[in-house]
C-alpha cells in the first residue's frame, strides 16, 4: 500500500483548530450514542516497580489509585523487549514475525502488510483518535508520522522539549552541562523551562477539555517518555529514594549458567557521558556498587515523576465528569533490568524486561459508576507520608499478552471484535494474534461459572529477541535486520520459563529450529529470579527437547 506521507507536527493553536473543525463535522453525523471513550496511558521502560503490584519502596500512589478501581493483571508479558518491536506488535495485535520488525527500521504497511492498528479500528468506528507523546515509536517503524493519517483523526503531538533529552542539559558536580545517564534538573534551568512528560499532560488535559463540549466518543493516546533513560527528571523527587535506602538488584551476577547469547551489554548507557568516566569494561562490567545504588535511585525517583503527570491527567478527567464513560487502559511498552543478572536495559527474554504493568479501569464494570459529585482520582501527592497504600480493586494471576490489547479494548467499547488471524496473515488487513480477555471482567459469571475459569496450565506468554552472534558485541542490544543471524524464541507458563536460540534468516525471516545455538530453561517456583538456567541438566534435557516447537 502507499505509505502517507510524512506530517509536520503542528503547533498547539492549529492542532486545537483543526480538532474543533472535525468536531463540528463530527458532531452533525454522530450523535451521542453511549458509547465509552479511550484512555490509553502507555509508558516507556516501565517495569512493575508501582505499589500496586507489591513494590514497598516506590511511591506511585496514583497510579495504585487507579488500580484500586481497575482489573490488574500481574503477569503481563510484551512480545520483543524494545520499544518500536513492541509498540508496533500491541497496536496491530499482531507478533513480531508477523509484522516483521524487529529493530526500528522498516514500516510494516510497506514491509509487511497493511495492518489496522488500535486507533485506526477506533476511528473507522465513529471515535475521534488523538495520539500525545511517544505512543508509536518515533522514525521509519512509524512512517516518520506516527502512523498518520491511518490512525489519528488529526496529526499526533509531540512535545517541544523532547528534542533535548540526549543533549548536555545534566549539570554536573564541576558545574558544566553533560548528556548523562543520571540527570535530575531544576526545571527553571533546562531549555524552554518544562520537561516532554509535563507538555504532554498538558496537551492532553486540552484535549479532554475539549472533547468534553463535544458528544463524539474519543480516543486518547497518551505516551510517557520516563523512566526511559536518560533519567531526566525534576531534581526534588530524588528525595523520596535517600540512597541509604536504596538496595542493589537480589542477583546483580551475571549467571554461570547464562548461554553468551542470551546476554545484551547494555551498550546505550555506556554512551552516557557519566557512565563513560566509570571506564567500564565491556561487556559484562559490572558498574562499581555506588553507581548501581544511583541508577536505581534515579529510575525509582523517574517513575514517582510520571506518577505525578499520570494523576494530574486522571483528575482532570475527573474534574470534567469523564470518569462515568471512558475506559482508562494503563501499561508499558516492556521492562527494564536494574541490575539483575548483571543487566541495566531491556534487550532480553527475562521476566523483568518482558513483564509490564497493565490495569483496565471500566466504569460499573471494575467499579461503581460515580456518584454525583464523588471523584475516583483525586490527585494524590507522592510527598505525602500521610498517603496509605491502596490495594489493586481486582487481580489476576493469568498469563496474558500485550499483543490481546486490540481484540479486549475492542469487545470492552462493544465494538465488534476482529477474527483470529489466519496463518499466514500478511495479506489480511483486519485480525488479531492475541486473545480476547474480556472474560476476566465477568467477575460474578466466573465466579459462579468454572468453565469461564481459566486453566492456568494452559496460558502461555510468548516473546522473542534478536541476536548478531553468538557472543555479546557491540550491536547485540539492537541489531538491524540484516545482522541479525540468531533469533531467541522465549515461552513462559506458569511453571517455567523455556528459551531456544536458533538460527535465523533476515532475507527470508525465517528461523531454522534444527539449528540450536543455546538454551535456557528456569523453573518458576523454585527460581523466580531465572539465574539457574538448568538447560543443559541431564535430568531435564528430555524436558527442554520435547518443549522445542
Known sequence: ?????????????????????????????????????????????????????????????????????SLLFQNAFAQQAVCAPSRVSFLTGRRPDTTRLYDFNSYWRVHAGNFSTIPQYFKENGYLTMSVGK???????????????????????????????????????????????????????VPEGTLPDKQSTEQAIQLLEKMKTTGSPFFLAVGYHKPHIPFRYPKEFQKLYPLENITLAPDPQ???????????????????????????SIPYGPIPVDFQRKIRQSYFASVSYLDTQVGHLLSTLDDLQLANNTIIVFTSDHGWALGEHGEWAKYSNFDVTTRVPLMFYV???????????????????????????????????????????????????????????????????LCREGQNLLKHFRFHDVENDPYLRSNPRELIAYSQYPRPADSPQWNSDKPSLKDIKIMGYSIRTIDYRYTIWVGFNPDEFMANFSDIHAGELYFVDSDPLEDHNIYNDSQHGELAQSLMP
Open 135 to 189: 505512543v508509536f515509536h518515533p522514525g521509519i517503524s512509524s512512517n516518520h508520522s506516527d502512523d498518520s493519517p491511518y490512525s489519528w483523526s488529526f496529526p499526533p503531538y509531540h512535545p517541544s522539549s523532547e528534542k533535548y533529552e540526549n543533549t548536555k542539559t545534566c549539570r554536573g558536580q564541576d558545574g558544566e552541562l553533560h548528556a548523562n545517564l543520571l540527570c535530575p534538573v531544576d526545571i527553571v534551568d
Open 254 to 280: 551475571v549467571p554461570d549458567g547464562l548461554p553468551p547469547v542470551a546476554y545484551n551489554p547494555w551498550m546505550d548507557i555506556r554512551q552516557r557521558e557519566d557512565v563513560q568516566a566509570l571506564n567500564i
Open 1 to 69: 500500500p502507499p505509505s502517507p506521507p510524512g506530517w509536520r507536527l503542528l503547533r498547539l493553536g492549529l492542532v486545537l483548530v483543526s480538532i474543533g473543525a472535525i468536531l463540528e463535522a463530527s458532531v452533525q453525523t454522530d450523535s451521542a450514542t453511549g458509547a465509552l471513550n479511550v484512555l490509553l496511558i502507555i509508558v516507556d521502560d516501565l517495569r512493575p516497580s508501582l505499589g500496586c503490584y507489591g513494590d514497598k519502596l516506590v511511591r506511585s500512589p496514583n497510579i495504585d489509585q487507579l488500580a484500586s478501581h
Open 363 to 429: 466504569p460499573g464494570r471494575t467499579a461503581l459508576l460515580p456518584k454525583a459529585g464523588e471523584k475516583f482520582f483525586p490527585y494524590l501527592d507522592p510527598f505525602d507520608s500521610t498517603t496509605e497504600l491502596m490495594e489493586p480493586g481486582r487481580q489476576t494471576m493469568d498469563l496474558v499478552e500485550l499483543v490481546s490489547l486490540f481484540p479486549t479494548l475492542a469487545a470492552l467499547a462493544g465494538l465488534q471484535v476482529p477474527p483470529h488471524c489466519p496463518v499466514p496473515s500478511f495479506h489480511v488487513e
